[in-house]
């Protein structure tokens, strides 16, 4: 997801530096962008679509680690 995917672009300018504010009303999020850097002013508030994306991405990380710690049998080692 990228990050100005739920930002908008702000009207107020000053010296090549743009304000961002979060597309959700209700979500305080605002960053400036300036010189191809951006910089968090006011943390996002959890949304929930994107609070459910966070957990289920965790739990594909965490089955990946597990599956690469453990070993590998062919189907003939584990019905044998």
């Known amino acids: 997801m990228n990050?100005?995917?739920?930002?908008t672009l702000g009207t107020a300018r000053k010296k090549d530096v743009k304000y961002l504010?979060?597309?959700?009303?209700?979500?305080?999020g605002r960053a400036t962008l300036k010189n191809g850097n951006i910089r968090i002013t006011t943390e996002h508030a959890q949304?929930?679509?994107?609070?459910?994306?966070?957990?289920?991405?965790k739990i594909v990380g965490q089955?990946?680690?597990?599956?690469?710690q453990e070993?590998?049998?062919?189907?003939?080692?584990?019905?044998?």
């Open 3 to 7: 990050i100005m995917d739920n930002c």
């Open 21 to 28: 504010k979060c597309v959700d009303a209700n979500c305080p």
């Open 47 to 57: 949304h929930d679509a994107v609070t459910e994306e966070i957990s289920q991405l």
């Open 63 to 68: 089955c990946r680690k597990r599956a690469a």
């Open 71 to 80: 070993d590998s049998h062919t189907l003939r080692q584990i019905f044998v």
